[in-house]
């Protein structure tokens, strides 16, 4: 039965379908060729269970708030901010890139708005005071990916839903992989502006630091307000995406001016369409997921290639590496959906801390974002910085190494992740 969907799903997806209708194909020959007395109405009642879960209210809020913010001048404000304290270093402008792609990410929520926000406007700053090019948007991209561990998250939100983790304790646990990613992107890009001799940038006064803090002091209030109400326990993950929503209206439409409310309907309408598809996705994943775990076919996998009796570290090898290789093809969200249910079930005999491992795979989905041959912010860069395929490719091997090096940190040192939802809730 294995064999045979796989077989489906392949030769539908080279056949140029998208992915939802591989899994919703390959979920409706499973149950008429293998399990022809159970009734097709399980389908349906499996993918209106997938998208029932009141978690799944975040996904659309989140992504309104990122498309709002991405309208409006936060993302020059903190790319501002960032500069007055880092451009004057060596390789400081790589290091404002670097620290404006994780702020915003932790707006946005959003690798690829991420990109556009932050890329747009560095990218000519960075070729301008000597960067390579292939360095420069190859660290804009990886750096865009800290986006999927800075909590929002929608890669999170669809790994706790699928596995039954708690949303609010994987928001924290990305805070630091994303945090020691920053950091050794930093150090590699303060030592690429040493070998390369870039010169310094002016160094900002203190005045004007103070007037780039106080402009971008209302965007940087987005991590606090959900960092804070998740660590506080003041809001659930919910409330946390409602304020976010509401939060980024008031920003842009009333004190930055830079959304006007004729806008408002045009990017709900945009917010619909994303969500429509996730959505989509996570309901025919689920009925997926219970085809596959009704067929026992997880086990029968995990068995065969001898993980059933492996140690920790092993499994989370094993998981890390699925996931990576899976992220190198498909899309994030696809492969959570296909992988979860595979390996949960593994993670909780084994006794590993899900949250632990919904740090690492959120992790990998992020390497995928920025991995050829399919990386979906490699695609977004092309289009931005209107640059072939193989040029924007050609300067990301030391990120993705880096941040392999990064998820090996996180199975070695689990408290990376594990410390501050462990400081919340435990």
Request: charged residues 10%.
């Amino acid at each position: 039965m294995a064999l045979t969907i796989l077989l489906v799903m392949v030769a539908l997806l080279l056949m140029g379908f998208p992915m939802m209708i591989p899994m919703l194909v390959a979920t409706l020959v499973g149950f008429i060729f293998y399990f022809p007395s159970l009734k097709l109405d399980i389908i349906i009642q499996q993918m209106i269970s997938g998208i029932s879960p009141v978690a799944l209210i975040t996904v659309p809020m989140f992504i309104l708030a990122a498309d709002i913010v991405t309208r409006g001048r936060t993302a020059n404000r903190l790319l501002d901010l960032a500069m007055t304290f880092f451009g004057h270093l060596r390789g400081g402008l790589a290091v404002t890139a670097a620290v404006s792609c994780t702020l915003f990410g932790a707006i946005s929520g959003s690798t690829q708005a991420t990109v556009v926000a932050i890329g747009g406007p560095l990218r000519p700053r960075m070729l301008k005071a000597g960067y390579d090019d292939r360095f420069a948007t190859a660290l804009i991209i990886n750096a865009s990916d800290i986006a999927f561990l800075i909590p929002p998250s929608i890669g999170m939100i669809v790994f706790g839903i699928v596995g039954k983790v708690s949303i609010a304790e994987l928001f924290l646990a990305g805070i630091g992989p994303g945090l020691l990613i920053l950091l050794l992107f930093s150090v590699y890009s303060v030592w690429y502006a040493w070998r390369k001799n870039i010169g310094l940038a002016p160094r900002a006064t203190w005045g004007e630091r103070f007037q780039a803090l106080r402009k971008a002091s209302l965007a940087t209030m987005f991590p606090v307000l959900i960092v804070g109400g998740l660590y506080g326990g003041w809001f659930s993950p919910t409330e946390v995406a409602a304020i976010a929503v509401l939060y980024a209206f008031i920003l842009e439409v009333f004190i930055h001016r830079a959304v006007k409310l004729s806008e408002i309907p045009d990017i709900a309408y945009s917010t619909g369409l994303i969500t429509g598809i996730v959505f989509i996705l996570v309901g025919t994943g689920a009925a997926f997921s219970w085809l596959i775990s009704f067929a026992q076919i997880p086990q029968e996998l995990i068995a065969s290639i001898g993980l059933d009796e492996a140690g920790p570290y092993t499994i989370l090898f094993a998981i890390s590496v699925a996931f990576f290789v899976g992220c190198m093809f498909v899309d994030p969200i696809v492969v959570v959906l296909i992988l979860t249910p595979i390996f949960m079930p593994l993670v909780n005999a084994a006794g590993i801390d899900p949250v632990l491992v919904g740090a690492i795979v959120t992790l990998q989905l992020a390497i995928g974002s920025c991995t050829p041959p399919f990386g979906c912010d490699i695609f977004t860069a092309c289009a931005v910085f209107r640059k072939p395929y193989l040029e924007v490719i050609r300067g990301t091997p030391p990120f993705i190494a880096l941040l392999l090096f990064a998820a090996a940190l996180l199975i070695v040192f689990p408290d990376i992740a594990l410390f501050l939802p462990t400081l919340a809730f435990r």
